[in-house]
């Protein structure tokens, strides 16, 4: 062996590894180095995985799962109701003059005439005055919830007109997210407006025609359709903006 030969590989004071390409030496600073940037490397990937772990997971990321979450829990808790606009009970309404709920005191008012019908409430007359100089007397119709109308009557979810205090008539169903905008800083608070696929089912007291007739317009929204809602982040994750 020649000291040529012996210099790349025959007298190698590290150790050696056999390769498609010959023998490679490794001398014992080498070795040590190697060890240490492999160390590095595996902490590295350890790191990078847990990181990636935690954002999956974060409530508080902006992500298709999150919203989905959070929207389909919001409406699994919070129904769609049919409202004769009335927010509690027992309520006064006005009387068309012939024992029949009207809306301003001259047409009928179908909504409060099919809900009645359902078995949602009783009817009772009263004459109440409503004169400010002179005695007038006005015929008022008092509504006082049956047992059935009770347990479903659900009061204002304190998000304007599109959950109004009414009686529970089915469910919105989330089918997918699909966008969102990415969050920002609005009045203090970091939001984002995020449009999903949802669908609307109705319960089985909602067909009768009475009620099919006075909420046509509601009932008739059964297909899939878009809706755009405003999400907050809060503490804990995101919330439907109130």
Request: proline share 4%.
């Amino acid at each position: 062996m020649s000291k040529g030969e012996a210099g790349r590989g025959g007298l190698c004071l590290g150790s050696c590894t056999m390769s498609s390409d010959g023998v490679g030496c490794w001398s014992g600073h080498s070795k040590r180095r190697m060890r240490r940037i492999l160390r590095c490397a595996a902490a590295l990937g350890s790191l990078f995985a847990g990181l990636t772990a935690a954002g999956c997971s974060d409530p508080k990321a902006a992500t298709k799962e999150n919203f989905q979450k959070v929207l389909t829990a919001f409406f699994d808790k919070n129904c769609s109701v049919l409202s004769a606009g009335v927010g509690s009970f027992p309520a006064e309404v006005d009387s068309d003059g012939f024992g029949q709920p009207s809306l301003l005191g001259m047409a009928p008012d179908d909504a409060i005439q099919a809900l009645g019908q359902a078995g949602l409430f009783t009817t009772s007359t009263k004459m109440v005055d409503v004169g400010v100089f002179r005695h007038m007397l006005k015929e008022k119709l008092v509504l006082t919830l049956t047992d059935k109308g009770n347990a479903l009557f659900q009061k204002s979810g304190g998000l304007g007109m599109m959950f109004p205090a009414g009686f529970c008539a089915g469910h919105v169903k989330v089918l997918s997210v699909d966008r969102f905008t990415q969050p920002a800083t609005q009045n203090g608070q970091i939001t984002s407006l995020v449009t999903v696929t949802a669908k609307a089912s109705y319960d089985d007291w909602t067909r009768a025609p009475a009620i099919q007739k006075a909420f046509a317009s509601q009932l008739g929204h059964v297909t899939p359709a878009p809706i755009t809602l405003q999400l907050v982040q809060m503490d804990d994750g995101w919330a439907v903006s109130p």
